[in-house]
């Protein structure tokens, strides 16, 4: 006589992601991570869901946030609205507009380190401490400069206040 062994799965049906270890008196295990895969995989059977949607800025995998989140992190999500911000301005000003310039890309192309006083910047400061970092367009935007990566470069804020509109 054959015995029917129950099939525990740690992977959601849905979207192929991670599931807590269920109890060991768990009757019904979880089979999907969220409401949202559950009626994903009803909907279409027998596929399987992208497993983690990846950040808009970093493009870092998005873990344990809704399948519509565009950002890993706050530190992501504040990137992206000084970058439209600062799309905006340009726009309003007349300037070209490039790729978008995102402060912890900046960074870390440049090392985190400032790029008028060559010193390294602490990312824990955050404005208006003076040592914080800051988006320095080296061809100024008030004087049709580009808000693109290749014009802009990580600074401390109060290097760039300092600096002014004066091009380096």
Same mark, same amino acid.
């Given at each position: 006589?054959?015995?029917? %062994?129950?099939? =525990?799965?740690?992977?959601?049906?849905?979207?192929?992601?991670?599931?807590? &270890?269920?109890?060991?008196?768990?009757?019904?295990?979880?089979?999907? +991570?969220?409401?949202?895969?559950?009626?994903?995989?009803?909907?279409?059977?027998?596929?399987?869901?992208?497993?983690?949607? &990846?950040?808009?800025?970093?493009?870092?995998?998005?873990?344990?946030?809704?399948?519509?989140? =565009?950002?890993?992190?706050?530190? +992501?999500?504040?990137?992206?609205?000084?970058?439209?911000?600062?799309?905006?301005?340009?726009?309003?000003?007349?300037?070209? @507009?490039?790729?978008?310039?995102?402060?912890? &890309?900046?960074?870390? =192309?440049?090392?985190? %380190?400032?790029?008028?006083?060559?010193?390294? @910047?602490?990312?824990?400061?955050?404005?208006?401490?003076?040592?914080?970092?800051?988006?320095?367009?080296?061809?100024?935007?008030?004087?049709?400069?580009?808000? &693109?990566?290749?014009?802009?470069? @990580?600074?401390?804020?109060?290097?760039?206040?300092?600096?002014?509109?004066?091009?380096?």
């Amino acid at each position: 006589m054959e015995t029917a %062994t129950l099939v =525990r799965t740690t992977e959601c049906r849905g979207c192929g992601g991670a599931l807590p &270890a269920p109890h060991p008196r768990q009757r019904n295990p979880r089979k999907w +991570c969220s409401e949202a895969c559950r009626v994903w995989a009803h909907l279409h059977p027998g596929e399987v869901r992208n497993p983690a949607p &990846a950040c808009v800025v970093c493009s870092a995998v998005i873990r344990g946030r809704e399948y519509s989140a =565009r950002y890993c992190s706050d530190r +992501c999500l504040r990137d992206a609205e000084n970058d439209a911000a600062n799309r905006r301005r340009v726009q309003r000003a007349g300037g070209a @507009i490039g790729a978008p310039v995102y402060m912890t &890309a900046i960074g870390e =192309r440049d090392e985190w %380190t400032c790029g008028i006083c060559g010193e390294s @910047i602490d990312r824990s400061h955050v404005a208006p401490h003076p040592q914080s970092p800051s988006i320095d367009h080296i061809f100024p935007v008030s004087l049709q400069g580009a808000h &693109a990566p290749e014009n802009a470069q @990580i600074t401390h804020l109060i290097c760039n206040a300092l600096k002014g509109e004066e091009p380096l």
